[in-house]
């Protein structure tokens, strides 16, 4: 990134133009590629733990890299993309092309992993590349989007990321029925269909954010020929750009503060959910056993992969739905009601003999996840200035990442000592955190006027 440079981010002044559906489209396409391999590293990184030998309490542990990454790489790619103009690529853009390319370099790396350290090493490396393209997103559409669209733009994302989970779900069942893959563990310790799921991870992520990074464009500095010495004049070094997240984080808007707890609140439930789902699938409804069974685990696991498919199915197409429920009822009210949905959706996962059933309560859980990934990030964006949207986003991003933190370190002394290491009840619990995070929103989040504006006038 050498012909990167810095610049203030006031320097944005260009009037924004109605963008058509099209243009959001090509702005938002780039989600699908890194929702696509977030998703197969969220839907088989605990079997894949289990498949090298770890034990169900060793889980939460084992997914630790993801938060840390989140917590240490989020803020920093903010800042830098808040306060980064490239010639051609822009702002954001680099970023997302930078990340791609490592993401997709781990993608291909993971499946292959022989031992349990070196697949929690490349966890590490696939998150924080993750990270480096995801984090700038959030901030994008909210760059390129007036109030008034801003709405549609974060539902747009919504939308690809149920796509791309949908698909990625159904995947490894896809290349055994119809591709003749293997489900069993041979020539290495992970099944070749899992294997060659990764693979194609890596090339459609790589090239769903490189057709974004193309087919879009970024408003420049209001004064080109100005930049490279405003650049050299805002340039802080390591600790003023540590100080800047520090100030920030200790100034959040008020909304922000809110909608953290609430975020705080939700996503251990996630959590719980991608930690033990599709293991407890596999395990205790399929009765498989991933070293002296791997079949049938396999098999278990491919069911769990493909209700989690119609989940992000559901979130495909409830997504499109979102703008009538936010006129109809405005932003906060509509994030309570899925918030309900899917908690009750996790609570009854545990409840479950039948697999059939599985499809029903895994698509009230995506319902939540539509509003989840759409609703608060709508909410919080015009609370924020517009130098600092990208920095914001990513400590925003801490109440994500914190509980994460939380739940990995000791959630797994929870699961010997209190939950005699039942997977399914532990997604029951993550199911009881969606509601009371929506109890909570209810009595804490403020709704403002512009929260209940037609969201695509």
Not at 221 to 236: L, R, V
Not at 434 to 455: G, M, R
Request: proline content about 5%; overall charge positive.
């Amino acid at each position: 990134m050498a012909s990167t440079s810095v610049l203030t981010a006031p320097e944005i002044a260009v009037p924004k133009a109605r963008l058509s559906f099209w243009q959001i489209w090509n702005m938002c396409f780039g989600f699908f590629g890194i929702q696509f391999g977030w998703s197969l590293q969220m839907n088989n990184m605990s079997a894949i733990y289990e498949y090298l030998g770890a034990s169900p309490e060793d889980i939460p542990g084992l997914w630790l890299a993801a938060p840390m990454t989140g917590l240490l790489v989020q803020p920093i790619i903010g800042y830098l993309s808040d306060r980064t103009w490239h010639p051609r690529l822009g702002r954001r853009r680099p970023f997302f092309l930078i990340g791609a390319i490592l993401s997709s370099i781990a993608l291909f790396f993971m499946p292959n992993s022989p031992v349990i350290w070196m697949a929690a090493g490349l966890l590490w490396i696939l998150d924080t590349s993750i990270n480096i393209s995801m984090e700038p997103f959030r901030a994008f559409v909210a760059d390129n989007l007036d109030e008034k669209q801003r709405p549609f733009g974060f539902a747009m994302q919504s939308m690809f990321i149920g796509l791309a989970s949908f698909v990625a779900g159904y995947l490894p069942s896809l290349l055994v029925k119809w591709f003749g893959f293997s489900r069993e563990k041979t020539g290495g310790s992970i099944p070749e269909n899992i294997q060659w799921s990764f693979y194609i991870g890596g090339f459609v992520f790589f090239f769903a954010v490189l057709y974004t990074v193309i087919f879009s464009k970024e408003y420049p500095p209001a004064d080109i020929t100005g930049w490279k010495q405003k650049a050299k004049e805002s340039n802080k070094g390591f600790g003023g750009g540590l100080r800047e997240i520090t100030h920030s984080i200790k100034n959040m808007p008020l909304q922000m503060k809110r909608l953290a707890i609430v975020n705080f609140l939700t996503w251990p439930g996630l959590f719980l959910m991608w930690f033990y789902y599709s293991t407890g699938v596999a395990a205790d409804i399929f009765k498989g056993d991933p070293i002296n069974d791997s079949e049938t685990y396999t098999r278990g696991l491919e069911h769990a992969n493909t209700t989690s498919a119609i989940l992000n199915l559901v979130t495909f197409l409830f997504s499109f739905t979102l703008p009538f429920w936010v006129n109809v009822a405005g932003k906060k009210w509509t994030h309570v009601a899925c918030l309900l949905v899917g908690g009750a959706g996790l609570i009854w996962v545990n409840h479950i003999s039948d697999p059939r059933l599985l499809f029903a309560a895994m698509s009230m859980v995506g319902i939540a996840w539509a509003s989840i990934l759409s609703m608060p990030y709508s909410m919080l964006a015009n609370h924020l200035p517009a130098d600092k949207i990208g920095i914001y986003m990513g400590i925003f991003n801490f109440f994500i990442v914190l509980p994460e933190i939380i739940a990995s370190l000791f959630f797994g002394k929870i699961m010997i000592h209190f939950l005699n290491n039942d997977r399914l009840l532990a997604v029951q619990i993550g199911g009881f955190l969606l509601i009371l995070a929506a109890i909570v929103c209810i009595f804490v989040v403020k709704e403002v006027v512009d929260d209940k504006k037609p969201v695509l006038s």
